[in-house]
């Protein structure tokens, strides 16, 4: 089925050991995004990149890092992990572009990956 | 930045009984409206967006939801819900001219009794 493919969807870290998260999307979209859901809070943008080649940071953006591979695949990196990034991450993705049609609007989102750091 | 307030964070109601979910959100400029739902262990789905048009939107699992500009408002609504419309639910607010970015409110957990 066509959509966000996140792996791996359980993983559990000790602090200070690294790991990056995967993401793709076949929907050809430019957009694609992360996520940290966390109980109360909603979602929370980590980082976002806007199209092939360009990665911004969000809301929360510390402790984390981006690479966009290329169109489909955009994967999140947690050089030392700490305790505070226990969390559900979620990667969207979207068709949204400045100047585009307005009717296809919104995110796509992967199945999350439930991070546990003991 | 945008500001997304979703007043209720759980609501419990019995089965076939109508339920509103309230969202709010802060903005003096242009904004599209979205509602998601998110099953136990699962990813967030579209319920309904708010783009432009008619104020009163409706969304899949006959869901429906009716933008007020002066309230600033884009509250939920189904007149009966079912078992399995027990879920969290999230109100997100996209500003217009920043098309990358999303604010979404803290969430609603709807609890559907029988």
């Known amino acids: 089925n066509a959509g966000v493919t996140q792996t791996p969807k359980f993983q559990v870290l000790k602090t200070g050991q690294s790991m990056t998260l995967q993401c793709a999307q076949d929907?050809?979209?430019?957009?694609m995004y992360w996520y940290r859901q966390d109980p109360g809070m909603g979602l929370r943008l980590i980082y976002y990149?806007?199209?092939?080649?360009?990665?911004d940071k969000g809301e929360v953006p510390n402790g984390y890092n981006v690479s966009r591979l290329n169109k489909r695949e955009f994967s999140l990196r947690l050089e030392s992990a700490a305790p505070s990034q226990t969390s559900v991450y979620f990667c969207?993705?979207?068709?949204?572009?400045?100047?585009?049609?307005?009717?296809?609007?919104?995110?796509?989102f992967g199945s999350g990956t439930r991070l546990t750091v003991v | 930045a945008q500001s997304v307030t979703q007043l209720d964070s759980q609501v419990p109601v019995l089965e076939e009984a109508p339920v509103e979910l309230r969202c709010n959100y802060s903005?003096?400029?242009?904004?599209?409206l979205f509602w998601y739902v998110q099953y136990p262990n699962q990813g967030l789905q579209l319920l309904l967006k708010?783009?432009?048009?008619?104020?009163l939107v409706k969304g899949i699992n006959g869901f429906e939801a009716e933008f007020n500009k002066s309230q600033t408002s884009f509250h939920l609504r189904k007149p009966s819900v079912h078992i399995s419309d027990t879920a969290e639910y999230f109100c997100?607010?996209?500003?217009?001219?920043?098309?990358?970015?999303?604010?979404f409110g803290s969430g609603t957990k709807l609890n559907v009794k029988p």
């Open positions: 997100a607010v996209m500003d217009i001219y920043n098309f990358n970015k999303f604010y």
């Open positions: 708010y783009l432009s048009g008619s104020t």
């Open positions: 990149s806007a199209s092939e080649g360009t990665t």
């Open positions: 903005s003096s400029v242009s904004v599209y």
């Open positions: 929907m050809n979209h430019n957009s």
């Open positions: 969207a993705s979207s068709e949204a572009l400045p100047g585009q049609g307005v009717s296809n609007y919104g995110y796509t």
